[in-house]
Nanobody, 125 residues
Framework: QVQLVESGGGLVQAGDSLRLSCAASGHTFEIGPMGWFRQAPGKERKFVAT????????LYADSVKGRFTISRDNAKNTLYLQMNSLKPEDTAVYYC??????????????????WGQGTQVTVSS
């Protein structure tokens, strides 16, 4: 199986930056595209960004485009999300997720089979 563990969340002020990490372990050879999703209090979980296995293809939600950057280091089995110009509406639990290898990037939550436990990001105004 695959285990995903997020880190890097915290409490920051509006305009600050934060970098989330997601460390993968276990059967990492099964991992293909990866993504970040977030769930704000009382709301459904939503897509944030996704990246292909090679890192050559990325997709972003419109709400984070130009502010967030997704990247990965396959040698370290780690996924990243650099978040700049944070806003209070970015407050949420951020989840790392992975699809199996040979699949393409996706914005659909149901396409991801491996999930982390989440890390809280709180942005104060």
């Amino acid at each position: 199986q695959v285990q995903l563990v997020e880190s890097g969340g915290g409490l920051v002020q509006a305009g600050d930056s934060l970098r989330l990490s997601c460390a993968a372990s276990g059967h990492t050879f099964e991992i293909g595209p990866m993504g970040w999703f977030r769930q704000a209090p009382g709301k459904e979980r939503k897509f944030v960004a996704t990246i292909s296995w090679t890192g050559s293809s990325t997709l972003y939600a419109d709400s984070v485009k130009g502010r967030f950057t997704i990247s990965r280091d396959n040698a370290k089995n780690t996924l990243y999300l650099q978040m700049n110009s944070l806003k209070p509406e970015d407050t949420a639990v951020y989840y790392c997720a992975a699809r199996r290898i040979y699949y393409s990037t996706s914005k659909e939550e149901n396409d991801y089979v491996f999930w982390g436990q989440g890390t809280q990001v709180t942005v104060s105004s």
